[in-house]
T-cell receptor, first 115, second 113 residues
């Protein structure tokens, strides 16, 4: 158990809808990262927050947004969903600001299916 | 630009035989390199990392990797495979931005009795 909790584990929805994925980082970790894993794109970095502030952006679509709250949990909002958004969404947390200095602890992911 | 290439999408070994998972990287500066493992229906877990200290890096569960700058490689090895090693393995390089990691496409390791 990594200590990172993601909900929901599975989500099935229709095109055009909006969903929110939630992540609770390990106790004491200030950095939260969101990744998307799909068969055709592999693991893609979406966005990072550190202590409530956005610190890095990757391949995140404009239809997607995220935030980190004062209690350090994070939410990833996906709107106007398309079939291609079907993927496994991972949250990871770390103590460090820089991803290359320490270990990222990954949750078990939220599997999104868009029908 | 930084990139990472995992040379095999699937590797199959017998239990008790050596494991070799190959990774080449491209980086315009001294990179940080990692191997992560993903067991079925689980999140990723760090196996080991290289951050410009010793070139031979030891990780968890008997895995190790050697950083070879001349070959731009960071191959993952284990002397003797266990059934529990069956998983997907990702080679990862840090990008120019210190907080962005670039993941390889993954190598699925199968271990047969």
């Amino acid at each position: 158990d990594s200590g990172v909790t993601q909900t929901p584990k599975h989500l099935i929805t229709a095109t055009g809808q909006r969903v929110t994925l939630r992540c609770s980082p390990r106790s004491g970790d200030l950095s939260v990262y969101w990744y998307q894993q799909s068969l055709d794109q592999g693991l893609q970095f979406l966005i990072q927050y550190y202590n409530g502030e956005e610190r890095a952006k990757g391949n995140i679509l404009e239809r997607f947004s995220a935030q980190q709250f004062p209690d350090l949990h994070s939410e990833l909002n996906l709107s106007s969903l398309e079939l291609g958004d079907s993927a496994l969404y991972f949250c990871a947390s770390s103590v460090e600001l820089a991803a290359n200095t320490g270990e990222l602890f990954f949750g078990e992911g939220s599997r999104l299916t868009v029908l | 630009a930084q990139s990472v290439t995992q040379l095999d999408s699937h590797v199959s070994v017998s239990e008790g035989t050596p494991v070799l998972l190959r990774c080449n990287y491209s980086s315009s500066y001294s990179p940080s390199l990692f191997w992560y493992v993903q067991h079925p229906n689980k999140g990723l877990q760090l196996l080991l990392k290289y951050t410009s200290a010793a070139t031979l890096v030891k990780g968890i569960n008997g895995f190790e990797a050697e950083f070879k700058k001349s070959e731009t490689s960071f191959h993952l090895t284990k002397p003797s495979a266990h059934m529990s090693d069956a998983a997907e393995y990702f080679c990862v390089v840090s990008s120019g931005g210190y907080n962005k990691l670039i993941f390889g496409a993954g190598t699925r390791l199968a271990v047969h009795p």
